[in-house]
């Protein structure tokens, strides 16, 4: 109750306030305009003051410069309110020769009722806030915003380096990134604020001249006041209303050079400051000793330096004993200062970690990833994890890029969960060459394989591309052929990408507008490792998962009655029939298959009902005869440009499949249920036993 009562009360605050702001910038301007009485001007002369007493307070406890990134338009609304006070008083000097009991406060008690001392005191605050303060800060804020600018580029590279590698989420990435660009601004707004400092400390000079003027020519002229009254009256209201208007001004000048020159800590400025200036008790012993030293010169005075050598003796003792307990106590618990550190038991926790995907590269390899090299690998990466998200319809673990000493210099190594699944070799400054079938040419280069498919191709320099393009080859750069090979190791294992975890965040993802179906599947009719075993199946085959929500919906119309996950899968996959007879329709929309003779899916069904399961156990020179024809219609259909695909009866659709995912694991078998009715389907041969 006491929690929405303080969350209702922000609210009310925030709303105010925002009405407050527009009030108070609609009240300085009328102040332009409008006289002033005194009494009025006293109220506000004090509000000035508390306000530049609150803003310095502010600046030296916030930890970074951003907590306080609203000062430059406060800078500005404060600048206009002591100019808009300025106008008001100078108003009532010059009209009434009088403006409140304030600024007559000021002139007589600060200035001592001399006008020249108050002059005298008005011209240094002057040259303290313009000369120091604020020359300095304006210059800190001009080479900051400079600074910041100038990092940028590399804070984002930074930024994307640590995405890619999995050691910050997209969430933190664009956290980090906004506040990139809020410090840019910033400072950048803080560079051109700083200019409203100076200009206010030139117009206080300028008005304070213009009032003593104006007063001695109105004061004998108009009021009929001598020479020397009205020196006397309009110098002291005109020097009491410099100090009363300079004060806050060289708060705020103050309040600037701390936020301007604040860098990012872990405490306030009072924290910072005591703790590391008061970091080494020994320097305040010879301190003292100097100041001892310098009071018994003749001639010096003693008792001031003396007394001040005895308070930094006694702060240096006291600081020397506050350093020291932690060590005794480190000490009655058998325990050195110095070996704190290797005392404590080591956190093996990291250790176990490991990586869902991993990309080692030899050191030559390197400038691939190196931005600064001119690498690009890391925006491939970023890539290729959106395209596996359209394709897919699952979102790839970050991949951890390192590089790996103990491999050959320009060897890489692909890694899911800590286990080699495939490895490449790249020639840095060359180029990949494949034969695209029509080439007229034959070239000379260096003999490799295509990593990612294994293909025939050659090594070639920068000098022999445009020869190599002309003749008919396909010329791959080497960061294209990592980042190809990754992609396609990444579908080949998408499957053991997928665990619980991902798949709660996908079904998180759909549950905001599908939460119903999401609802009545998940925990009453299947649990979350269930529908991983059913996503995993389809990714297994090929199938992507991205119609997430079909595969929801049809697990719910069937989980109530059927719990075997294998089951399940081809329940699912029949719902996505338009989906997959997309994916393998030719160009002309005609699919070609390669059917089973009957007599083998006779076989097979049998089989599985005596073993009562869907693994099939033949005699190996059946399956031999199975694999020599299927693999001669296989060449046949992919020699004439077409996907290879086996077309069955949905009863021995997994048998088959098992079967020969061993001969081919991107071999598709799909079941009549899952072609499309209106698909045209073209037999091109037939997969028997004779």
Known sequence: MAEVQNQTLSRKLLQNGEMAVVAIIVLVLAMFIIPLPAFMLDIFLTINICTGFAIILLTMNIRKSLEFSVFPTLLLITTLFRLALNVSSSRLILSDAQAGTVIHAFGTVMARNNPIVGFVMFIILTIIQFVVITKGSERVAEVAARFTLDAMPGKQMSIDADLNAGIINENEARTRRREIEREADFYGAMDGASKFVKGDAIAGILIIVINLVGGFIIGATQKGFSWQQSIQTYSLLTIGDGLVTLIPALLLSTATGILVTRSASEDNLGSDLTRQLLAYPKIFYIVAVVITILGLVPGMPKIPFFLVAGLVAMMARTLSQIAVVPQAAGTETGTAPGTDEAAKPENVNTLLQIDPMELEIGYRLIPLVDPNQGGDLFDRVTMIRRQTALELGMVLPPVRIRDNMQLPPTTYVIKIRGVDVSR????????????????????EGIPTIEPAFGLPALWINETQRDEAEIAGYTVVDPPSVLATHLTEIIKQHAYELLGRQEVQALINNIKEEYNVVVNELIPNLMSIGEVQKVLVNLLKEGIPIRNLVTVLETLADYAPSVKDPEQLTEYVRQSLARQMTKM?????????????DPNLEQLLLKIQRESNSSGVTLDPRIIQKIYDKLGELVKE?????????ILCSPAVRIAFRRL???????????????????????????????
């Open 660 to 690: 020969t995912e061993r001969l081919s694991s991107k071999l598709m078998v799909l079941s009549y249920n899952e072609v499309n009715p209106d698909a045209e389907v073209h037999s091109v041969g037939v997969v028997g036993v004779e």
């Open 424 to 443: 490449g070799e790249i020639i840095p400054n060359y180029y990949l060459a494949m034969d695209s079938g029509i080439v007229t040419q034959p070239m």
């Open 584 to 596: 393998v329709q030719a160009d002309d929309g005609i699919i070609r298959v390669i059917t089973l």
């Open 637 to 645: 259909v992919t020699s004439s440009g077409y996907q290879p695909v």
